[in-house]
């Protein structure tokens, strides 16, 4: 059974940090390319960062949060993080878990993060 399950969001204030984690099972982990989106109210859910599956992972990120966000991937754990730093509150969104291998793909539930004074 295939299992998606993030986990670390929250409530912080602005400038704060927070680090969320997807822990995966039910497939090969180190094969696929794991990658964190974001939806925010009545908008639509966008890529925020992407790791590959080889031993280089490489990332990339999207402009909005480059230079503060940092993606990276424990495949001995099956999990990747997201570290999240200098949180501002356009940051709010719901954040989902995503990995991708061919015609495989897999989504989490989601996890709140709320960016508020």
């Known amino acids: 059974q295939v299992r998606v399950v993030e986990s670390g969001g929250g409530l912080v204030q602005p400038g704060g940090s927070l680090r969320l984690s997807c822990a995966a099972s039910?497939?090969?982990?180190?094969?696929?390319?794991m990658s964190w989106y974001r939806q925010a109210p009545g908008k639509e859910r966008e890529l925020v960062a992407r790791?590959?599956?080889?031993?280089?992972?490489?990332?990339n990120y999207a402009d909005s949060v480059k230079g503060r966000f940092t993606i990276s991937r424990d495949n001995a754990k099956n999990t990747v993080y997201l570290q999240m730093n200098s949180l501002k509150p356009e940051d709010t969104a719901v954040y989902y878990c995503?990995?991708?291998?061919?015609?495989?793909?897999?989504w989490g539930q989601g996890t709140q993060v709320t960016v508020s004074s």
């Open positions: 995503y990995g991708a291998f061919r015609l495989l793909d897999y």
């Open positions: 039910g497939f090969t982990f180190s094969k696929f390319a």
């Open positions: 790791i590959t599956s080889d031993v280089v992972g490489s990332t």
